[in-house]
């Protein structure tokens, strides 16, 4: 499994990079209005609440990425966080931040 790991390590890593560039970008706040301008503040509110979500979307993924780095170090990537079992290479390959195995993430996101 080391040249997976290697792999996972580089794929993590690269995401770890873009994800603090984009983090790094500040959010833009709302310019002053002019009377009348009800659509521009709409747009104005609506592209700042959008943008709080995706920067919070990528805090989490951020920490979804330090935490399978941390987990390649510590000699526990690729296990199940909940049963113990190996987390399908599969997976891992399309999410190498996964914490569990298909079955526990369905159990998981249905709150078990």
């Known amino acids: 499994m080391p040249n997976a790991h290697a792999a996972a390590r ?3 890593e690269r ?19 002019t009377y009348g301008s009800q659509a521009a503040a709409a747009t104005q509110v609506f592209e700042q ?5 995706l920067r919070e979307r ?8 330090e935490g399978a780095l941390a987990r390649i170090d510590g000699g526990t990537f690729g ?5 113990g079992n190996p987390i399908a290479p599969e997976r891992l390959e399309a999410l190498p ?9 369905r159990l998981v996101g249905r709150g078990g």
Do not use: F, K, Y
């Not at 990528?58 to 990425?65: D, I, K, P, R, S």
């Open 79 to 83: 296990t199940c966080a909940r049963c």
């Open 97 to 105: 931040w996964a914490t569990h195995c298909i079955d526990c993430q």
């Open 49 to 53: 609440q959008r943008d709080l979500a």
């Open 58 to 65: 990528n805090e989490h993924q951020l920490l979804a990425v």
């Open 15 to 33: 995401e770890r990079a873009r994800l603090r560039d984009e983090l790094a970008t500040g959010i833009v706040a709302p310019g002053p209005m």
């Open 10 to 12: 580089a794929s993590l």
